[in-house]
């Protein structure tokens, strides 16, 4: 009886030894595997839902039509990001999400196409480590800003950061006559300095990107620098003087109006994913 006593106590002590030296190696071996892999970091699956529902939302806003795209800073490895494959994105599913290296290629592509230009988002990760969210659109209500030299301004205080200045990308600076795609990474990089440290640059013949340090704020933003085009399109059309907010003003409001940016993404997301 002692004896078997003593074997099970033992036996205690060693598993208790062994978990005690053995645990930390279960718990980084996660971070080993994606260390030895350069990817494949496993992401909440609450991330990728916010990653759905900014696709859905931004096409249900009228933002984004068959074309445009958004990803996410990858959460466990910021070199990475996470976006659709090529799809028209009220069709996004969490199925659809793949994982982009540095070198802007799907880390396991599973057979599906990528979108053509994904190097806006790589490149502005590099440039910005900021920006924890990318929007690309063709918002049409933008468009007539990219192209006039008339420069888009704040109307009110929803659209505070469109204050710091709205830069406009012509392509032809970077690259001359192209088919006007941002298809490589010159093009995204340059692109990417035009915007600098703005929150939106606009895209002479194409659209824009919209920045956010959450996929929450990039997605507001998204949606009200269109709200605020067809503003001021209005209030240019009445004739007068317009006054817009002073770049203070802007800077005021964009603080909080970001501390409140879930009460938008709350109503914006239950509508777009009702019945999905
Ligand atoms: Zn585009």
Redesign the pocket.
């Known amino acids: 009886m002692q004896d078997t006593k003593r074997t099970g106590s033992s036996q205690v002590l060693i598993t208790r030894i062994l978990v005690a030296v053995l645990w930390p190696v279960w718990l980084i071996s996660p971070i080993l595997a994606q260390a030895q892999s350069g990817s494949g970091a496993t992401v909440d699956p609450a991330v990728i839902e916010d990653l759905v529902a900014a696709n859905r939302i931004l096409a249900d806003q009228g933002v984004l039509d068959g074309?445009?795209h958004v990803s996410i800073r990858h959460p466990a490895n910021p070199a990475h990001l996470l976006m659709s494959r090529s799809l028209a994105p009220a069709l996004t599913t969490a199925a659809d999400i793949l994982e982009y290296g540095p070198d802007c290629n799907a880390v396991d592509d599973r057979g599906r196409a990528s979108f053509l230009?994904r190097f806006i988002h790589c490149e502005v990760y590099k440039a910005r480590p900021d920006v924890k969210c990318v929007v690309?659109t063709?918002s049409p209500g933008v468009v007539p800003f990219a192209a006039s030299t008339v420069p888009l301004r704040p109307m009110y205080h929803v659209a505070g950061f469109l204050a710091a200045g709205v830069p406009v990308f012509e392509i032809r600076k970077a690259a001359g006559m192209t088919n006007m795609?941002i298809a490589n990474a010159a093009l995204g990089k340059a692109l990417a300095e035009t915007l600098g440290d703005k929150p939106v640059v606009l895209m002479r013949g194409?659209?824009n990107v919209v920045v956010g340090p959450s996929v929450q704020t990039a997605v507001f933003r998204a949606v009200y620098t269109e709200i605020n085009a067809r503003l001021q399109t209005q209030a240019l059309a009445l004739g007068g003087a317009v006054t817009y907010l002073e770049p203070e003003e802007g800077a005021k409001a964009d603080i909080i109006q970001q501390q409140v940016v879930m009460r938008p993404w709350e109503l914006w997301k239950a509508k777009a994913m009702a019945g999905k």
Do not use: N
Request: aromatic fraction near 12%; proline fraction near 0%.
């Open positions: 074309f445009g230009e690309h063709h795609l194409h659209g």
